[in-house]
């Protein structure tokens, strides 16, 4: 997968599959058990939002693609517009467990994962307006 532009359609079905995958098992406690339940909540909604896009966007899933495999770098913090800006800002926000936690493994490569699929978004062309508008179709709020 060394240029995005011959993303193979089996590996953008895998990266989108891995990512929902990453999502679905996403561990939101209850409520009572953790602080952060409402931020967490937020990131995941976000994440959900940033899949979205990514399913519909081959620029996104290539620059996505091309981040995993190390060929680009991040897009800056306040690239890419207001929403995936502030995306970005809860995730950096979102506090994570340190020492033996039963899911400290599916935690950090989530919130990876999430990261880059943000990035992708912010270094795409049509990224924030599809991101921000997946936001307002889907929000739980």
Request: glycine share 4%.
């Amino acid at each position: 997968m060394a240029d995005g532009s011959n993303l193979t359609h089996d590996a953008s079905a895998a990266v989108a599959a891995e990512l929902q995958r990453l999502a679905d098992r996403f561990p939101v406690p209850q409520p009572s058990w953790h602080a952060q339940v409402p931020e967490m909540r937020a990131v995941l909604h976000d994440l959900r939002g940033a899949i979205a896009v990514l399913d519909s966007q081959d620029d996104a899933r290539a620059e996505l693609v091309r981040l995993i495999d190390e060929e680009a770098q991040p897009a800056a913090d306040g690239e890419g517009g207001p929403a995936l800006t502030a995306a970005r800002r809860r995730l950096r926000e979102l506090t994570i467990p340190a020492g033996e936690h039963p899911f400290l493994d599916e935690i950090v490569v989530t919130i990876e994962a999430a990261e880059a699929a943000l990035a992708a978004l912010s270094a795409s062309p049509d990224g924030e307006r599809a991101f921000a508008a997946a936001l307002d179709e889907d929000s739980p709020w």
